[in-house]
Structure formats: C-alpha cells, structure tokens
C-alpha cells in the first residue's frame, strides 16, 4: 500500500487526474459560498447547450455545520473538490472510481457504494438525481445529474461531482478527525484550520449582529436588482450569493421568522432565476462560442442483423444494466416487470414457459423461458357488407361482397356470414402469420423497458425531451438463446455483455447464453435474487449479533432497503464507544437505521454497543470496511450528542417559542401558530370525544408541546425523531408520563400499518393536529394532485380515519373538522366538506382494503361517511346480511317501497283513516312495531338494527303491494299510501344507503 | 524547446514546484480581496516567529484595473500566485528563478532582472523591500522581503513572491494578450473570463450605488468591531477585506471625498492593526505551535584560521555579493565606499597603493594594491606625573614616576620631559608595533559593511534588531593575493567564491587571487566598472538609433541608472506601432522613460516608431527579448491611450472639480482647497511683483487651472506627467498658450538644476503654490526631521527660493509667507517665522553652494535672508570687497566704531553743540557725506553703495580714534560721542551684517 497522501497532495492529485480528463481546472471563488455548485462555474456555466467540463476545489461555508472544531467531520468551512462534466461521458461513475484509485482508494479494500440522493435547492431552483456515494458507510461524494438550475431545464445535462474532501483524507489517512489529518508532511489540517472553525463557529451562533446583518441582506439584495437591471449578472449573482451567506448567518443565529424566511427564499429564486435566464440569453447572443469547440459527433454504427429465427423453443434474457438504482425503484420496477412482461408477450401472441424476474441496484433482468420460432398465428373477424348489400337475389356476391374479399385477400368464397350487433353481415376471417420470434422479441424489448415507471426519473441523454429513467441505462444485455438479438434503446445497442461487481472487474464480462446467466454472475459474486440476499443478510447478522450475545430486532422495511443496496452482501460486526449509550436509545437507533442502515444489536430490549452493517462485496478485506464504518458511527453519535447536549441547556417548554421560525405554510403562518390551534382544537375535540378530566388536561398539555421538540437541534438534524425525543426530553424537563407519551404517540401511526395510541390524550392531539393541517391546507387551496402531495395530505387524512377506527371513537369528524376551520387564521368554511370528502376517500381504501364488498362500501360510506367508525360498523354488519340467502328478497321489498316514491317529497305521517284496504292497514302497524324496536335502541342503530327491525315489516310489504295500487285514482288516498312508503323508506336514514347495492 | 504550458498547467506546475519545496498549498480567499497579500494566509500567518511556507492562487480583485476587457493585461480580476517563505531560506531569488524554469521560461533566452520596488500598503499598515521581476521588460513578479504587516515588525523576515499569471503566460504563450492564453488547450481565457472582465468593469466604473455602498462599509465596519470585540480575529479580519474592497469600489467609482478618505484609511489601518496584534497575542497563548516543527539549527561551522602574514606587499579584494540592488543605492555605495575605505586604512595605520572601487547590481567590490606586511607602529606620548612629582629634590625619579614608567612598560631612564598644557610633567614614549596585515583586514572588512548607508534598509536575517542593509548580502568574497581571508559576517562567512551573471551559471565562481577578478568576471561577461557600461550603452544606443535614421537624446540620469541595473549591458532596438504616436509625445516619453527606463528614439525633436531598450546579459538569443520588450510597450501604449481617450471626454477645467477627492493634507482641506488658495495667493503675489496686467491675468487663469490635471486619468496614473498633461490638456481646451505654457511651468524647477520658468505667470504661480505649502504645512506641525520629509518641504522650500534667484526678483518672501498664512484653514501666524526660517536654510545651502564663503554668507543672510535675489547680490558684492588688499583697514574702521557701542541703546540723533573735538564735527560731516551719498540711491543701497560711501569716512573714524577719548568722564559729552558712532553703525542697516565676518 503506497503511503497516504496528504491533504494538499489529494487536491493536486485530483487537479491532475481532471486536468487530463479534460476538464478545466478553475478556481474557488471570492464569495462565501456554500458549495461548488453556488460558484458560477458551475451555476451559471452548466445552462445552455455548451460543453463544459471543470474541476475546482471549493472551501464551503455553512455556519449552521460550524461545532467550533469539535465534531471529527462537521465543519463550517469544508474544502469541496467539484467536477462538471457537461455532457455526460458516459462512463462518469468508472471516471470517478478511477480518480477514487489515484487518491489510492483501492476498492478491493473498501465498500465504496452509491446510495441514492436526490439533490434540490430551492434557493437557486435547482435539482437533480444522484447519489451520495459512501466511503465504508462515511459519505464522501455528492454525485448528481443535473436537470435543472435556475428554473433553467438543463440540456445537456450536466453530472456532478462533489467530493467531501476531509471524509476522505481522514479515511485514507485513517486519523481519528479532520484535525489529524496530514494537510502537508510536517503541518496538520488542525493547524491550519482549527483556530478558524473555533472563531467562525461563535461568531456564526453567538456574536453576528442580527439587525445589522438584516440590513446587510437588504442593501445586497437591492444592490442586486440594480446591476440586473443594467445587464450585469454576473456582478447581480456576485450580490445574490452575498444574500445567500447572510441569510445563512441569519438563519444560523436562530433569526429568521416565518414571514422573513419566505421573503428571503422567493428573492433569491427570483433573482438566480433571472440571472440564469439572462445568462442563457447572453451566450445565446454570443453565439455559444463553445459549441464550436466541441467535437464532431461519432459516427453511427450500423445495427447487426437479428439473428435467425430458431428452430427450437428458445429462452430469452434481457438485462438492464444500469447505475444504482434506488432501493424503492428497483422493488417497483421488479413488481412492474412480473406484471407486465406475460402481458407484453401475451399482446405479441407468444407463449412462454416460466418467466422468471431479478434485479440487483445495478441491474434489472428477465429471463423468459421456452419462447417458440414464432408468434402464435393472428385470426380476425373483419365485419363486411351486410347480407342485404352482400349478395344479389341470386344469392351471387355483389361488387360491395367482392371488393370487400379482395380488400382483406381472401377469396369471395371465403366470406362467412355472421349476427353481428343485431344485424347479418358478410365477415372475412383473416389469418395472419405469426412472425419470427426475433423480429417479435426486438419490440418486445424495448416496450418492456418503456413501460417502466418510477416515482422521479431523469434525463441524462441530450435533448430537453430525451428519455427519462430513474437512473441512466448505460448497457442492453439481449440474448435469444446463445444468439445476440441487438436493439436500440437510449443511445445503446444491445448486446451480449454484463458487468459484474463494480469492486472485482472493471471489465465487462461476455455472456454465452441465456441460461448461463445466473450462474456466470454468481460466480462473479452477484446474487441477483433480491430475496436471497435478504435472507443471507438476516442470517448473518442474527449470527454475529449472536457472537457478542446480542440479537436483531426484526425489521422487514430496513432488510429489504439494505438488500436492494447491494448486489453481493457481506454482513460484518462494527463496535462503538459504550459511553455513546447514554444518549437515549431512540437516538443512537435511529442513527444507526436512518443514517447508516445498520442493524442494531439488542440485548433484552436494550442497545449494545454495536451494529451490523453490510458491506457490498465478498468477505476478504474486511478490516478496512470495518474501521471507516467505526469511525462513521463515532462521529455521528457525535454529532448527535452535540445535539442532545445543545437541547440540554433549556427544558422542553422553553424550545416553544423557537417554533415561531419554523414556517409551517405560508399562509396558514408559524410551526407555533399551528401549535396554538391545535392546544385549541385539542379542547374542542376533548368534549366531542368524551375524554374525562384527567385525560382532558393531559391532551391539552400534550397538545401544547406536541411541536416543541421541533425546535431542538436533535429533531431539526434528524425529523424521524420527532416526537420521540418530544418525550424524552418532556420526561427530562419533569412532565407527567401520560403528558410524554402522549407527545410521542400525537404522531402515531407513523404509517399504514402502524401502531396507534394507548390512549385518549394523544390520540387526541393527534387528531387535532390532522384535523387542522386538512382543513387548513384546503382552505389556501393546496390539493394533492396526481402524484404530487407534497404535505402529505393523503397521510394525514388515512391518520385521521386510522385513529378513530383503531379507537373505535364513535365520532362524526365533520363536527371536527368545522372546529378546526373557526381557528384558521384564513377562511376555511369551504374547506369543510372539501377535507370531508378528502376523508371519506381514505376511508373508502380503508374498507375496500379491509375486504369489504364494493357496493357495500358504498351504501355504508353514502350515509355514514362523516363518521369512520360507524361506517366500518356498517359495511362489517351489512356484509353479513348481504351475504344470507333471503337478502335479495329483502332489499327487493325495500326497493319496491323506495323506486315508487317520487323525488323530493317530504316525509309526511299517514292518516290511517285514509287507508282502504286491510294490507294498508297492516303495513302501518308492522311499521309502527319496527319504528318502536329501532326508537328502543340507546344508541343510534346500527345496520343490524335497522335490517333486523325492517325484516319485521317484509310480509307486510309483499301482502301491500299484491293487494293495493299505490297510484290510486283518489289523488289523497294516492298521497297517503306514498306517505305510508315513505316512512319504510325513511327507517334506513342515518344507517345505509341501500340503493347503492347490487341488486336493488 | 517545449510545447507552452497552459494557464491551468502553469498553475498546476507552480503548486507541485512549491509544494516539493516545502510550502503548504493553500487556497484562494472567499473575499474579493486585491492581492494575495490580504488573504490571510499572508497577512495574519507572517506575523509572529513561527516558520510558515505558503503557496497559492489568488483571483485578485482591483476594481479600479478594470478596462473592460480592452487592454491586453491589465484586468479588473488578475490572477496572483502568491509565495511565502518565512523565514528566509537564504537563496529564495536562486528558488524563483528555477521555478520560472519549470514554467518553461528559459533564462538563455530571454532577460530576467530585479528592479527596485519598495512595496507599502498603509491600508494594512504593511511595508517591504524588494523588486519587479521584469521578463523582457515586463513585469511578472513582485518579490518582497515583508518588514512590517498591520503595524507589527516581522520577525523572522518573510519573502513574499507574487507572480503575475496573466504577464507570465503572455510571455510564455507568445500571444498578444489575456484573451488569447490558452487556459486548457481548447479553451482560452477570453473565453472564460472575458464577459466577467466586460460586466464588473461596467459595474464598477458605471452602476455600483455610491450610498448603498457606502451604508454597506459602515455596516461591515461596525460588524468588524463587533467580533474583534468578542475576540474574533478572522471573523473581524473578513469584514475588513469587505470593507477594503467596498472602499475600492466607491474609490473606482470616483465617490470617495477628502474627509472620507482620510476617515476610511484609518479606520482600515486600525482594525487590521488590532487583528494583527490580537493575532500574534492569540498565538503566543497557543504557544507558537508550529515552532515545535522547526528544524534544528545547523551546527555552527568554525570559521577557518587567518592566513600567514605575507612577506610582500599584497592586493586585498573584497567583493560583497548582494541581491540586486536599487540604482540609486548603487550609485551611493560606490561613493561611500571610496570615501571610506582610505579612511579605514589610515585609522588602521596601513599605508596602500591604489584603491579600485566597482560595483553592479549585484555586488560591490574594493580591490587595495600594495598593503605592506604589517601595520605601521603606533608612537604614542603618555603623561605621566607632572616634574615636581617625579623626581625628589635630588633628582631622582619618585615612586610615582616609577609606577608610571612600570604601568607604561618602558625604563624609568626612558621617561621624557615634556611641556603640555602650560605645566611641564614627565611622558613615556609607547610604541606599538603594527599588527600583522590579516588581522588588521578582518576587523576593516566588517568595518567597511558597517560603514554602508542607505535611504532604506531591510532586515533579512532572524532578529527584530538584527543588521539591515540595502537588500540581503549573501555572499562575501575576501582575498588577501591569493589566500582566503576568512571572517564572519551577516551569517556568511568569506570565501574565495564570487558568482557570474544569473542568466549564464548558477554555480558559484573560485577566484584564484584578487588581481585576478577583474579579468575573470570580464571573462563571464559581468562589467565590473559603471562609466564603462554607460559608456557601452550610450554607444549603442545611438549605433542602434542611427540605424533608423534618428538619434537618442541625452538623459544622463536615465543613463546612469539603466547602467546601474545590470551586469552586462546589450542594448537592442524595439519598435511600436506608429499609430501610438498620436498620443501626446511627452506621455509616450514619459512612458518609456519612466515605465520602462528605454531611450526613446527622436529625429528633428520628433519621436520616432522605436525605442532602445537594454538588456541584461549577452547579445545573443535576443529575439524573444525584444519580443517581450515589444510586448510591454504596447501593452502601456494601449493603457495610456485608453487614460487620454478618457480625458478627452472632458475639457481641463472640468477636471478642477474632481481635485476635491484628492487630499493634499488632511487638515489643510483637499487638493481643490489649495488650489483655490493658490490662485487666491497669485492675485496677491502678482501685485507684490509687480506683473503687468496681462501677466496678471495669465497668472491667474493658470492658478485656476494649474492642479486640475491632478484628477485626469493620465496623470492619475503617471504622476510625472503632471503639468505637462495640464499644459496639453489646457490646449485642447482652447486656452491662450501663455496660460499653457505657465500650468507647465509652475511646477518648475522641477529638480535642484531644473529648468526655471519662462515667464512670470508661471513663476509666480509656483510661487504662491510653494508658499502655500510651506506655510500651510508648518502650521499644522510637520516639520522635516532628519531624512524624514514626506511632503517634501526642502524641495518646496528650495523651489522657492530658486524662482526667485534665477528671476532675479526683489522681493522679501516675508510678505508673501504672510499673505498665504492669511488664506490657511487653520491658524498659521506662527508658521510664517518658521516657514521664513526654513527659507534662509535653503538659500544658505545654495549660496554656500555658489561658493561664497562662508562669513560672507552670515553677513548678507544676517540682514538680507528674507529676500533671496538681494542676499546673494550681497554675497557677491562683499566677496569682491573682502577680497581687496585693504578690507582688513576698512573692517576695523567699522569695528571700532560698533565695539564700543553698548547694547540696547536706540540711535539718537547727536547734537553738534555738545562736540567738543574738531576731529568729532570732522566724523560727523564725513558721516552726512555717506548718509546723503545712500539716500541719493533710488532702490535699497547695496553692499557697494554702503561701502562705498562707508569709505568716506574712514579717515574721519581714524583720527576720531586718535584724538578723542569717547568714555569722557562728561556724562553728555560721553552719550554724544556714543550717538556719533552709532550713526557710523546704522549704516549698514538693512544691507549687511559685518559683525559675523571674520576678523571682525
């Protein structure tokens, strides 16, 4: 192993590693910045059609990271190695492994992973999709493919390379922090820079003059428009970027409220995007002087030929090779292809035997057994003249008949004669050859890759429309046999090769059939069965938690993101410090499962001092993989004990008021606003829920520090953890422990299938806590649409219904909801049955997922929607009715007294001296007897109540309508009987709307 | 010849260069800042005794260097490289110059030179000595030994080397200027850098808001003093650089007033003085880390022994091998030394032959012929005890003679007799014997170093009171014939080795003997003698001229000090393109001159396309040095066109009003104030000289006018031009020639032998603005002390008086040091004494200066000083008479009469009746004779109508002597006689002062 290099020489290294790639080497910029991206040379250079390729070391700026040089890796200023290659090369992941080598990373010696990172800053408008790539668990690059800056669609788009030097060097150099690492032979990073970070931290937390600083923005801010007005962005984006340190200076001293915050966001945007668009526009104007330079386009390679059709059943492998899929994209698109590939086949008309579907991150696979020669053959009715036009009285086909038959190339005398539609007509059957199965496979191919769908795709080929992936394509493995069956797809030829693990073979590997695939990868140590990779890991981290008599919590979500991250799994033991178990549990877990994927080791419930982590890669050379996770884990505990420690200083309570500069919505104000409505909301719904005193008064003091811990650093650094350590730190400041719980459980369920309340208090606040962002969120008319539901609503609303149906609260939410709407600092009345209807929706997928029948559903959610827990009542009581074998006489006898009734009557009582005939008569009583049995009910009745009491009434029913006209001629004995079937009908408000059920 | 670098290689090959040379490479500052030098990697690491070797880019920041993109080399963002070596690696130019060699830059082809900079950044309160680095003419490096930074002695000294990267690779790359540098091989620097160039030009000098940035300086002013309040350094440090920088834009965008000026200056130098201290303060506390790292010391090498005395007279070379020195300190050493080294010689008793003085740039050296053996013996006279002491009665020597005798080591019988100071006492004769000639030289040698002054003086070596000198010595070569003659000195210690010119061998040279040296560096080619290398310049020069039909006119101070800044003088002929000669020809001659120190080449008075330039070193390979040459003057043509194009936007008197941003002195108001008092002061001067009409006029629209190019671009930029662009200027702006011509002039004479004006207008424009500075600057309590005179008042003073010598103007200044003290802003009454004071110092050095002697100078300034014209009429007038055969006559006769007088008395008028002598009423008529005589002159009587009338009475004065006893016992009698001669003494009122001369 070739000594480490320094921190100066890393840099040089990586200037001349770029230098020779082609990249122009430019330099950091004379702003406080807060990353490479932020300097020009990459904001502004990367917008329009032009190449561009650039290198640049960084020092970043981010007051907020400054931990006055305490945290091994959290600085405020960290030195950033950025790369911009515009357009994409192609291969920009094997480029940057092989700048990873020159730093003498050898990837035999690590667990070097791209792990997904979808990047955004808003303040410059701008995204893309990538990775953040981990250095044995440590993140020491940000790599992302651009789609937009500035507002500015990229085309082409430009890859992203931020390294994090300091990760990296401590990790080369294997020192403990960055104040240990080597920045020369003779002179520590500590050194240099240790005094720095301690002075900027304070400043940055303690001493910078909020007033002043305001000022500061403002004159920047405006100093900005004036250059742009006069043309000059690039000294407006000089001004902007001022405003962006100082909003960050700001923000760092815990000075920036609700409104402030989202003046100074929507300046910024507006501003970059102007300047983006302006830029664009100037190198327009210039002509794009750098297109020229770039290079004549290669010539196009002819496709091959497609292989002969075979003569024999054949299987058929398509691989997808791809860069790291994320976890959730590569399982729903694993889902996508079992369902839809049968159906591509089955649309092409060919047969198949067992279709089997794999996947790791960096590849999707089908392999698609017994495929014959050809497609099944095509036979089609097409529909002629009719029989009239079709033959002449001789029964001699007409020109119409012979016209038609040579149309469709069957002889005349193939014509048939067919009933269609009601009518006769002449039909030509027409058979059409099945084709070659290559000729058939080779759309196939391609269909099956268009049909792919994920949550957020991206673009990386040129054109602003070019197509879009989760992540880029870059290798088609298309095999017929052991037959290459070439296609073309996103700039790619398919071909016969894969690629085997990113760390053992840079090299592609040639696959000579199909069949061969599975094990020629697992030879090469890929385990495409995302399944058994699950299963490997569990094993074996339930074995070596056993080795320090630990064991594994079970945790399905986590396993089966920890296996869709590898493609060979190799579990190992990591250990940290014990004294990090002070901190609380909740903390050190979600650390290790959030942050790093670990899996917890437990003993008795409690945590031990180590972790299981994955490495992806065979078992050799583990000890450099487990020495940087180690070191991953020290430092965010660290951090995470900075935290704990920083909350310490004040009790929970006080951390309220920081709520005020936690924007919530706009419009709808404050994370404190929102808190105070809901305290208000809280004691509304204590009443409607029934809660007795003691639990009223702990809902309420739940309800007023339910948001608190969103202010402490511990929960802005890590969200999962709000809540939890809501209750930690209640429990800490001396609240009651109902009042803790209840905080932490205001939150649960945290998903569909989660765990709800223990009891009333929290479910309350809970409620009230949904109950309001529902309303309020429609009231300033923000509505999920399509995919889009960026505040959750869908999840706040199946919360809401979860929380009374798991409660069983006997709740009409619209009452709620309407409290909820009176506190709105906006008009919301309309919001109301807007977020009641939002609700019945959740409602609705609740009980069609819990089994029941459609149309029962309906009838329950058409009259007892408002009140979730009736409503389930309903659908679970009328689907036992529904199910008995006298139903359908029951509901025809209600149905007949119902479809009669004219719309819009009123319910009037009958006169029973305007009765004619005994059957009137008789019903009347029955009716009478039925409305007793329901009045006798306590409750409101239930489906049972009403069917049961209703069932009384049948007979009396079927004996009115065999011996009484309704419609008599006697316009008042006609009312009557009306009024008398009305009150049948009236007996199922408030319970069922029967005329949603099949059969009525 | 290797291909060219590119920029970013350059850069890459400076960072690994200096990097294997031990420094740390740091990054670029997140400020604009407008030098590396602000980045604090310089200006707070120096500070303090820990070593520190820096290297790194920096974009720097000048606002006021913005062109727009126009100019081939001068940039609103330059980019620096920027090296600090600290302390002194002892060969840091030898360093340089191989790393210009890994640049490409081959010192065979091309001409490298140190040319004095004395670099000073008040803002900063930081100062150093050192060079340009000139490559072809052109400056690529600033090299500086760093002696003070915010105000705190460096110690160790630092070397800051700042290269240039635009200049350099201009010059490597062959290109015709930043635009056309490749920064990669596809992309050039216009193409990256130009629109920037375009758009900050245009903010800086068009758009920048003059209020918001100034509410923005206060604002990061007052924050500055917010964090060095909580001891926040760096933080503090940065918002200085912004305040710097938003200082620098204001400056550019010309909206920085007197007041406000001054107010910013010390405002900055405060801050960065407090950062500064705190800054070493904080280190101290932290116990100067990186000391710890610091190499051992070398162990001391024992200097070698002395040489045997020689048996023969020997020739004793010392050579003092220096880094190249400025012209003028040069020139200055060669006359010290040939004033001192006899003297040296003589105090050491060593009788020598010749003495040959020679020097260089790079080395000062003294060659002494026919030293003997040994010094001569010292004789010395002892006093002993005076006779009576002695000897006894009998005669015998006493026991104090014979202690005398014993202490003095000689016999009692030797002791000598002796009269001494009017006793008579015994003395011993001591005799030393002369000590051998090598010891003798080693204690000369130092002496002869010691002995060296210069107008400034550096410190290279460890120590805040360690030795200083012009520029580091660093080597010393000492031969005695041909034995080394070791001694220490400046850490060196002396050797045989003397070193060629830089360009030609980097290894040092052995001379064999001292007679040997001046051969053997002809040999390599360094031209030890200065007259020689002028004359082989002027030589060429005009061989060179001649070539193109023009000639050189002859600047012998421009002569002087070209030959003083090389070894090896090759002069060669450039050529610039014609069209520049539509510039006015006293800027493109100040330009070469000045600039560039070429010999601009005329014909008819006209210039001519060319200029003769001088190389340093062979004739040889000069291609690419009049390339480069070219280069330069093309591109300070360029710039000096673009200061008159912007000129030329206004006409002259337009530019007055921009004088109120330039400070004359901060209490004396701005330089539109004095301009105001001048003209003010012409009015009134031109009555008291009486000037006609028209000159009146002349002189007063002169005065209006007369500093208004102050504010142009031009002189702005080349302050030598001022006047001259003011007289051209002023012609363009359609004023009368007179008018012009006397802007020109005002400011003559411009040195001690200059040029006077050639009309009155002029002359007493110049006048009144010397009597205003004199005057005005006295008032406010600065006062020339030592070699300190910063405003210059000894030139100003001297002008003064010059003007009216060679105007030969009667006229007592007096008056008009009163009318300028009337117009100064603040109380200057008592200023007028000292300013009229000041002024006789002046003409007291030019008289003696003339040649009058000494007393005569004293009698005609005694009275006279007040009028210059008159005084030196005086001086001249009594020269003649002390030279005659009877003045001694002449003179007592006057003594007698004023001796006898006593002080005080008032002269009366005596009274005939009281004499009581014929020889008293014979004084008296021979007096009125004399009085009637003076008051028959038109003007003020001169030296020769006092004396010749004063003659008149010398017979009378004798036999008044003779015949009459003045103390007569009469009390009136007395008092009469008394009045008599006091009349004979008022005589000379007004005209001279005989009591000061000799043999009075």
């Not at 904001?43 to 305490?70: K, Q, T």
């Not at 269909?447 to 992936?469: T, V």
């Not at 090299?507 to 995302?530: I, T, W």
């Not at 929970?652 to 409505?677: C, H, I, N, T, Y």
Request: proline share 6%; net charge negative.
């Amino acid at each position: 192993m070739m000594a480490a290099l320094s921190f100066q020489g890393a840099i040089l290294a990586l200037q001349r590693f770029w230098g020779d790639h082609g990249c122009l080497i430019w330099q950091p910029y004379n702003q406080q910045i807060g990353a490479g991206t932020m300097n020009p040379a990459t904001a502004l250079r990367v917008l329009g059609p032009e190449p561009w390729n650039v290198a640049y070391v960084e020092p970043s700026i981010r007051p907020d990271d400054g931990r006055y040089g305490e945290n091994p890796n959290r600085l405020q200023q960290h030195y950033q190695y950025q790369v911009i290659l515009q357009p994409d090369p192609g291969d920009p992941q094997e480029l940057y492994l092989r700048s990873l080598a020159v730093l003498g990373i050898d990837a035999a010696l690590h667990d070097i992973r791209f792990v997904e990172d979808n990047w955004e800053q808003p303040a410059i408008g701008a995204w893309g999709l990538g990775w953040e790539v981990w250095l044995d668990g440590q993140e020491i690059t940000q790599f992302t493919y651009f789609q937009q800056v500035g507002g500015v669609t990229l085309d082409p788009v430009a890859v992203e390379l931020t390294y994090g030097l300091e990760r990296i060097l401590i990790a080369l150099q294997r020192v403990k922090g960055f104040c240990d690492i080597q920045w020369t032979d003779d002179i520590t990073y500590g050194e240099v820079n240790l005094p720095a970070e301690q002075q900027h931290s304070r400043y940055y937390f303690e001493v910078a003059d909020v007033e002043r600083l305001r000022s500061l923005y403002d004159l920047c801010q405006a100093e900005a428009a004036t250059a742009l007005q006069a043309g000059l962005l690039l000294p407006a984006y000089d001004y902007a970027l001022k405003c962006s340190h100082t909003f960050n200076v700001l923000d760092t001293r815990g000075a920036v409220g609700v409104t402030e915050r989202a003046r100074f966001f929507g300046d910024m945007r507006a501003l970059v995007r102007q300047v983006a668009q302006g830029y664009v526009e100037q190198r327009r104007e210039l002509g794009f002087p750098l297109l020229a330079a770039e290079q004549a386009e290669a010539p196009a390679v002819p496709v091959p030929d497609l292989p002969q059709p075979p003569a024999d059943p054949q299987a058929y492998l398509l691989e997808i090779g791809v860069e790291e899929l994320p976890a959730g994209d590569l399982a729903g698109a694993l889902a996508q292809l079992r369902e839809q590939v049968p159906a591509l086949l089955a649309e092409r008309r060919l047969p198949h035997g067992e279709i089997r579907v794999w996947g790791t991150p960096r590849r999707l696979a089908v392999l698609i057994e017994e495929l014959p020669p050809r497609q099944r053959q095509l036979e089609k009715v097409v529909r002629g003249p009719s029989l009239r036009d079709a033959f002449d009285a001789e029964g001699n086909p007409t020109r119409a008949a012979k016209g038609f038959a040579r149309g469709q190339r069957v002889h005349v005398s193939d014509l048939k004669r067919r009933e269609l539609d009601g009518g006769a007509y002449v039909v030509a059957i027409v058979r059409e050859e099945g084709r070659p199965l290559p000729e058939v496979l080779v759309e196939i191919a391609p269909a099956i890759l268009d049909g792919l769908r994920f949550e957020r795709s991206m673009r990386w080929l040129p054109g602003a429309d070019s197509m879009a992936f989760s992540r880029p394509i870059r290798w088609l493995l298309s095999l017929l046999g052991s037959a290459r069956l070439p296609f073309e797809y996103a700039g790619l030829t398919a071909g016969r090769e894969t690629r085997a693990l990113r760390a053992a073979h840079a090299q592609p590997l040639e696959v000579p059939e199909a069949s061969a695939y599975v094990a020629l990868l697992a030879q090469h140590r890929v385990m495409l069965e995302p399944a058994e990779r699950r299963e490997c890991i569990a094993t074996d981290a339930r074995r070596l938690a056993a080795g320090v008599e630990g064991e594994i919590a079970p945790d399905d979500e986590l396993l089966a993101e920890v296996a869709n991250l590898v493609e060979c799994p190799t579990a190992f033991l990591g250990e940290f410090d014990p004294d990090f178990l002070q901190l609380p549990q909740p903390v050190l877990t979600a650390v290790m499962k959030k942050q790093q994927r670990y899996f917890p080791v437990v003993k008795d419930g409690a945590l031990l001092p180590f972790f299981v982590g994955v490495r992806n890669g065979a078992a050799e050379n583990l000890e450099l993989v487990v020495e940087g996770n180690e070191h991953v884990i020290r430092a965010r505990f660290a951090d995470a004990s900075y935290f704990v420690r920083q909350d310490s200083q004040r009790a929970l309570p006080e951390f309220r008021a920081g709520l005020s500069r936690l924007v919530f919505q706009e419009q709808l104000g404050s994370m404190l606003d929102k808190s105070e409505r809901i305290e208000k909301l809280t004691g509304e719904l204590a009443a409607l829920l029934g809660l007795d005193a003691a639990e009223g008064e702990t809902a309420l003091r739940a309800a007023h520090l339910a948001k608190a811990d969103l202010a402490t650093s511990m929960v802005v650094e890590m969200t999962a953890l709000q809540g939890v350590m809501g209750r930690e730190y209640a429990l800490d400041a001396g609240e009651p422990a109902e009042v803790a719980r209840a905080i932490e459980e205001h939150y649960w369920p945290l998903g569909a299938g989660g765990q709800l309340p223990q009891a009333l208090a929290g479910l309350t606040v809970g409620l009230a806590d949904r109950l309001d962002s529902l309303v309020g969120l429609f009231a300033v008319g923000l509505t999920p649409t399509g995919a889009a539901d960026p505040f959750g609503q869908r999840r706040t609303a199946l919360g809401a219904v979860q929380l009374l149906l798991g409660g069983q609260i006997d709740v009409d939410l619209r009452a709620g909801l309407h409290a909820a709407a009176a506190l709105q600092p906006v008009g919301a009345d309309n919001a109301v049955e807007q977020a009641a209807d939002f609700l019945v929706q959740r409602l609705r997928g609740v009980l069609r997922e819990r089994g029941y029948r459609h149309d029962v559903v309906e009838a329950a959610l058409g009259v007892q929607g408002g009140n979730p827990w009736r409503a389930q009542q309903a659908a679970e009581q009328l689907s036992v009715w529904v199910a008995r074998a006298d139903w359908q006489p029951t509901l025809d006898a209600f149905a007949r007294c119902v479809r009669i009734l004219p719309d819009g009557d009123a319910a009037v009582a009958p006169e029973p001296e305007l009765f004619r005939e005994d059957a009137e008569r008789e019903l009347w009583v029955a009716l009478q007897a039925a409305e007793s049995a329901l009045a006798a009910q306590s409750e409101p009745p239930g489906v049972d109540d009403f069917l049961s009491a209703f069932t009384l009434t049948i007979p009396a029913i079927t004996r009115f309508f065999d011996a009484v006209l309704v419609m008599d001629d006697d316009a008042a004995v006609r009312a009557n009987r009306l009024a008398l079937l009305r009150r049948v009908a009236v007996l199922a408000d408030g319970t069922l709307d029967l005329s949603k059920l099949e059969g009525f």
